[in-house]
């Protein structure tokens, strides 16, 4: 019988919020070391802890030694220390796609449990997703440009209606751009792993392919989003033979990461207008270093790996922390345990 | 018994919808007079025919001497000859807000039916609201300066869901904004001129008010969408006071008629930050002339009123006007027939 948990919160949490965990249950001893924090720089950023300020590094150490669980990962080199740090049972993160960043710090030889944020982005993503839609659909970057010239040029731009979107990755991300894209009536494929005997109708797709069918989905796409987790199988899995697949009239979403894509290869074919344009949350190095072109393209839109961000997201991540802490504390599965093999 | 009816296309229409209209029925005599109209500057455009070629008002004169039905008003005076073309009987027009129009052109004191194009622009429409709800909740246009600068800065953007959208009309239009922000889990509110005993969930929308109601709904609103037709009634209807009434964070879209609103107040409410940002694809004068202060504003968005035109336009004005020949030679009640007290 469990009767006393430790938690360390190594992110920055409004006030009300630690309030929340720490009343969740009696058993948990909830720990906010409020003065080791980084200062946010928008609502619900979750920056590292520093560890420049003298006897830092020092305190984090002592806090990680006595923790059972943690909400977020930390600023420390954690797989080194797991050894002596017996205690550690779970790390719940604050973002989806962590699988990558857990196994660069050793996480998955570990038993540590990870759980992911899953879900919390799904929403704001998807939005951008349309968002991205509607802005190339109605042709507004070239609006603007024409704003900026004081110049009226009426136009016919196009409807979502009737388009195919193309969603490779069908997670609670891909599965609500599917949603939303259907809402606005457009043709939606899917592409999974395995389809693990689900349908196309479950997933909420019209039809739903793997990767061997990825080549003529793609061929078959106004617009592609990517929203898969990268993994080994997803690392540059829109190359530029993919690339070259695409209609001239395609747009292409990355809300997954970075490294999904041949960005080089992405912005060549943009900058020869073999695309029509690109909605970018992702980069494979972030920030987007200055001399990267797809700064400068005009049918390209740079976003700071932001459209994940909501001011509410905090809010949904406490929730769903609260509830696996229930789960904990039950002893019953916990959510959006991070498969170590998938990496999501 | 119906046995001839001439139908006069007055504005440029693709050849296979010509074919289309004039395969209707055997009783139809379409006349197309292609080498007259304007040359179209984007698909589904619908410019006025020149009259200064030579001997084109003459031709113009004859064919509409002949008309039973026009397809759009077509380029002459027509008021003042209604006396002796007593053939005329209905025109079917190719937007939807033609009321302020028709009267101009002496219409409303005739026998004339006209119809409007109500419900093809629904959609286009509807998602030119989506994209402004979104770009200004994910502070696109800021975004987009940042990029110019190849600036990275990441922030935290907000949702639709939650949001308080208020839809002043409730025609098709207004009920296709208020179904799209629900797919986004937006609260929506509607005012329509009267309710006639028409409840909120019937219009589509959360919560139903009237003229009476709208100060307070406009000052609880997150988004103003403007849908409603131009008339006595709606004339400046969003003016200085009211806009004051708004929240500093609320986003104005116009997709009605310029003069619906108060455009002056409107553009010092949104200089002087004291509203989030603007969509407007209508203005009092169109085009929005070079010296209007809207053009460059950071906050807005100017589009030179093609918010409703999209590339398959003609098909879906085509597809309606075929379905009132159908019923005008049935002697069956038109569909989209314009009120000529209320102008819609």
């Given at each position: 019988?469990?009767?006393?948990?430790?938690?360390?919160?190594?992110?920055?949490?409004?006030?009300?919020?630690?309030?929340?965990?720490?009343?969740?249950?009696?058993?948990?001893?909830?720990?906010?070391?409020?003065?080791?924090?980084?200062?946010?720089?928008?609502?619900?950023?979750?920056?590292?802890?520093?560890?420049?300020?003298?006897?830092?590094?020092?305190?984090?150490?002592?806090?990680?030694?006595?923790?059972?669980?943690?909400?977020?990962?930390?600023?420390?080199?954690?797989?080194?220390?797991?050894?002596?740090?017996?205690?550690?049972?779970?790390?719940?993160?604050?973002?989806?796609?962590?699988?990558?960043?857990?196994?660069?710090?050793?996480?998955?030889?570990?038993?540590?449990?990870?759980?992911?944020?899953?879900?919390?982005?799904?929403?704001?993503?998807?939005?951008?997703?349309?968002?991205?839609?509607?802005?190339?659909?109605?042709?507004?970057?070239?609006?603007?440009?024409?704003?900026?010239?004081?110049?009226?040029?009426r136009h016919a731009?196009?409807?979502?209606?009737?388009?195919?979107?193309?969603?490779?990755?069908?997670?609670?991300?891909?599965?609500?751009?599917?949603?939303?894209?259907?809402a606005f009536d457009?043709?939606?494929?899917?592409?999974?792993?395995?389809?693990?005997?689900?349908?196309?109708?479950?997933?909420?797709?019209?039809?739903?392919?793997?990767?061997?069918?990825?080549?003529?989905?793609?061929?078959?796409?106004?617009?592609?989003?990517?929203?898969?987790?990268?993994?080994?199988?997803?690392?540059?899995?829109?190359?530029?033979?993919?690339?070259?697949?695409?209609?001239?009239?395609?747009?292409?979403?990355?809300?997954?990461?970075?490294?999904?894509?041949?960005?080089?290869?992405?912005?060549?074919?943009?900058?020869?207008?073999?695309?029509?344009?690109?909605?970018?949350?992702?980069?494979?190095?972030?920030?987007?270093?200055?001399?990267?072109?797809?700064?400068?393209?005009?049918?390209?839109?740079?976003?700071?790996?932001?459209?994940?961000?909501?001011?509410?997201?905090?809010?949904?991540?406490?929730?769903?922390?609260?509830?696996?802490?229930?789960?904990?504390?039950?002893?019953?599965?916990?959510?959006?345990?991070?498969?170590?093999?998938?990496?999501?």
């Open positions: 019988m469990i009767e006393h948990v430790r938690v360390v919160i190594t992110t920055p949490l409004e006030e009300e919020l630690v309030s929340t965990v720490a009343g969740i249950d009696d058993r948990l001893d909830v720990v906010y070391p409020a003065d080791l924090m980084a200062a946010t720089r928008y609502p619900s950023d979750h920056p590292f802890p520093p560890l420049d300020a003298p006897g830092s590094a020092e305190r984090w150490e002592s806090l990680l030694d006595e923790a059972e669980i943690l909400f977020d990962f930390g600023p420390l080199d954690l797989a080194p220390t797991l050894a002596r740090r017996p205690k550690l049972r779970w790390i719940q993160a604050t973002s989806a796609g962590v699988g990558r960043f857990a196994e660069r710090i050793g996480l998955l030889d570990s038993d540590v449990v990870v759980t992911t944020a899953s879900g919390v982005h799904a929403r704001p993503l998807a939005e951008f997703a349309m968002l991205a839609m509607l802005l190339f659909g109605k042709d507004t970057l070239r609006l603007q440009r024409e704003q900026q010239e004081r110049h009226w040029e731009g196009e409807e979502i209606r009737g388009k195919v979107v193309c969603v490779v990755g069908l997670g609670k991300i891909g599965r609500e751009v599917a949603r939303l894209a259907h457009a043709r939606v494929t899917g592409v999974v792993r395995e389809t693990r005997g689900r349908s196309a109708r479950e997933l909420g797709v019209d039809v739903l392919g793997t990767p061997d069918d990825l080549d003529a989905l793609l061929a078959d796409a106004d617009v592609v989003v990517l929203a898969t987790p990268h993994t080994g199988d997803t690392h540059r899995l829109l190359d530029a033979r993919r690339i070259a697949l695409l209609k001239p009239t395609a747009i292409v979403v990355n809300i997954a990461r970075g490294d999904v894509v041949d960005e080089p290869a992405l912005a060549d074919a943009l900058a020869a207008g073999r695309l029509r344009g690109a909605a970018l949350d992702v980069f494979q190095e972030e920030p987007l270093p200055a001399e990267s072109p797809l700064w400068g393209l005009p049918n390209v839109l740079v976003s700071p790996h932001s459209a994940s961000t909501v001011a509410a997201e905090n809010e949904r991540i406490v929730e769903l922390f609260g509830e696996n802490l229930r789960r904990y504390l039950a002893g019953t599965p916990l959510l959006n345990v991070l498969d170590k093999g998938l990496l999501y």
